[in-house]
C-alpha cells in the first residue's frame, strides 16, 4: 500500500529559521548609533536617579546590547561622563551662539538674549549643567571638554569686547568683565536648581536682571 503523506515541516521547527532568533540576540551587534543610544540613556538615568547610578553594564541592558559594547566608545565611567558633559557644552554652545547672532541690535538687548539663551538651558537641564560644572573642574577631564567650557564663555567675552569697542561699557578686561556676568547668571540658576527661585518668576524678570547688571545700582 502507499504511505499517507507526511505533513510538512512548520517554519517554526525549523532550527535554521530566522525566526528562531531572539530578538535582543539580533540587535546585540547591530544598532544604527549605538553612541547616541548609549549618551540618551545615560542622561535619562542622570535625570532621573543621578550621576551615582550610572554604570556601563546599565546602559548596556537598557539599550539592548552585549556588555562589551559600550567599552567601544567608553573606556570607562569618567570617559562616559566626560562625554555626556561634553555633549551638555555642544548644545549650550550651539544656544549662546544663535542667541549671540544679532549683530546691530542694542546691546542690552543682546546681552537678554545670551542670558536668557543659558537660563533657559539651565532650567531644562539641572543634573546636566550640575555635571558640566563638576566635569569642568575634575582634574582627569578630558582636553576636549576643556575647550568645549573655554567656548561657552568666549561667547560672552566677544560680545564684551565688541561693546568696549563700540563704547558702549566701561573698559577694563573682557575676561573679567564676563566672569562677573556669567557669575550672576549661573547664581540665577542655582538658585532655580535649589528650588530657592521659581524657574518662570526668574525668566520673567531677566529683563530687569540684565539692566541692573549693565548700568549697576548706584543713582546716576
Do not use: W
Not at 176 to 203: F, P
Amino acid at each position: 500500500m502507499p504511505r499517507p503523506p507526511q505533513p510538512a515541516p512548520t517554519p517554526s521547527s525549523s532550527p535554521s529559521s530566522p525566526s528562531s532568533a531572539s530578538p535582543s540576540a539580533s540587535r546585540r551587534y547591530h544598532h544604527g548609533d549605538l553612541r547616541a543610544a548609549l549618551l540618551a540613556s545615560a542622561e535619562r538615568t542622570l535625570r532621573e536617579k543621578g550621576a551615582g547610578a550610572l554604570s556601563l553594564r546599565e546602559l548596556a541592558r537598557d539599550t539592548g546590547v552585549s556588555h562589551a559594547a559600550p567599552g567601544r566608545h567608553f573606556k570607562d565611567k569618567q570617559a562616559l561622563l566626560d562625554a555626556l558633559a561634553l555633549d551638555g557644552y555642544d548644545r549650550l554652545n550651539q544656544a549662546l551662539a544663535t542667541a549671540a547672532d544679532h549683530p546691530g541690535h542694542p546691546l542690552e538687548e543682546r546681552v537678554t538674549a545670551l542670558a536668557r539663551a543659558y537660563l533657559g538651558f539651565a532650567v531644562d537641564n539641572p543634573e546636566l549643567l550640575e555635571l558640566m560644572f563638576a566635569r569642568k573642574h575634575d582634574p582627569d577631564s578630558s582636553a576636549q571638554l576643556a575647550t568645549a567650557v573655554d567656548r561657552s564663555l568666549d561667547t560672552f567675552t566677544r560680545m564684551i569686547a565688541e561693546a568696549q569697542e563700540r563704547g558702549e561699557i566701561i573698559q577694563g578686561d573682557p575676561e573679567r568683565i564676563t566672569m562677573v556676568a556669567a557669575a550672576s547668571l549661573h547664581g540665577l540658576a542655582a538658585l532655580i536648581a535649589g528650588c530657592a527661585l521659581d524657574a518662570q518668576e526668574a525668566l520673567a524678570g531677566l529683563d530687569e536682571h540684565v539692566h541692573l547688571l549693565l548700568h549697576g545700582l548706584r543713582p546716576r
